[in-house]
């Protein structure tokens, strides 16, 4: 019997979001430490992409219409 996993697509999301942004920020501090210049822009840009991911899988599950039964419609 398959058990289903509440919200497991957003779960993995945030998951990826996460897990990219902190290597991205342990690379950008690799560069600063070995070649000196100052990696913020390129940083900022990434973390930028995965911010706006994990905003737009907020805003799906605080908007949807309660379509998979949890909330109560009035």
């Not at 919200?7 to 991205?24: D, E, N, P």
């Not at 690379?27 to 992409?49: C, K, M, N, Q």
Request: proline letters at 3%.
């Amino acid at each position: 019997m398959k058990k289903r996993i509440p919200h497991l697509f957003a779960k993995l999301v945030v998951l990826w979001c996460v897990s990219c942004g902190t290597a991205a920020c342990a690379y950008a501090l690799r560069i600063l430490s070995r070649t000196g210049h100052d990696p913020a822009a390129l940083l900022g840009v990434i973390l930028a992409f995965f911010g706006g991911e994990l905003l737009m899988v907020c805003l799906k599950t605080i908007l949807k219409n309660g379509k998979d039964g949890e909330h109560e419609q009035n």
